[in-house]
């Protein structure tokens, strides 16, 4: 297994330019989320999904937007991108019990907004 | 909402040294605990995983305790090495199975 993908590793993008962080995740794990990382600082939740066609906003929805037409892929999108969004950006996901089990994690998106 | 705090914020050793990571939770209604490891500038690796019905876990020369009813969890490197240099990560399960996390322990082995 491949375990949980994402893509790009690096991004800069200008101020009010839009993208897609790619995450995938090979594992058939229902749960899948997308976390934010600021310098010295812990992950902050962004958004969640429970299934295929279901989401649901975190701590820090403002600003993205996701979708999950599959159980593998979990895309985030920013539409008008700000340098408050400059962080890293980690996609992970859990097995199909959800509670009580290992979350697993990609290797990280480093995103730039200049 | 859950808060997790982890202290001290950065510790330096010399190597062969035993230490201990502390990380505390403000809402003890957990079902686990996971500590993670992350180097600089690359993803998280999970180290352990202990469930709320379990008082500990250990994985080589990694040991991570859990104290529900105080809110506290420890993680104990034994006779520490320089490729144990990392920030360590604690972090706990919310509503939505997602982890809240502490902002983490910069751990520095000096050889």
């Known amino acids: 297994n491949a375990g949980v993908t994402q893509t790009p590793k690096f991004r800069i993008l200008k101020i009010g330019q839009s993208m897609t962080l790619q995450c995938t995740q090979d594992?058939?794990?229902?749960?899948m989320y997308w976390y934010r990382q600021d310098p010295g600082m812990g992950l902050k939740l962004i958004y969640y999904?429970?299934?295929?066609?279901?989401?649901d906003k975190g701590e820090v929805p403002n600003g993205y937007n996701v979708s999950r037409s599959t159980t593998e892929d979990f895309p985030l999108r920013l539409e008008l991108a700000a340098p408050s969004q400059t962080s890293v950006y980690f996609c992970?996901?859990?097995?199909?019990?959800?509670?009580?089990?290992?979350?697993?994690f990609g290797p990280g998106t480093r995103l730039t907004v200049l | 909402k859950q808060e997790v705090t982890q202290i001290p914020a950065a510790l330096s050793v010399p190597e062969g040294e035993n230490l201990v990571l502390n990380c505390s939770f403000t809402?003890?209604?957990?079902?686990?605990l996971q500590w993670f490891r992350q180097d600089p500038g690359k993803g998280l690796t999970s180290l352990l995983l202990i469930q709320s019905s379990q008082r500990e876990q250990t994985s080589g020369r990694l040991n991570a305790s859990l104290d529900k009813s105080s809110g506290r969890s420890t993680l104990y490197i034994a006779a520490s090495q320089p490729g144990d240099s990392a920030t360590y990560l604690c972090?706990?399960?919310?509503?939505?199975?997602?982890?809240?996390f502490g902002t983490g322990t910069r751990l520095t082995v000096i050889p």
């Open positions: 594992m058939n794990h229902n749960y």
């Open positions: 809402d003890s209604a957990i079902y686990n």
């Open positions: 999904s429970v299934g295929a066609g279901i989401t």
């Open positions: 992970a996901s859990t097995p199909p019990s959800g509670g009580g089990l290992e979350q697993f």
């Open positions: 972090a706990v399960p919310g509503g939505a199975n997602n982890l809240f």
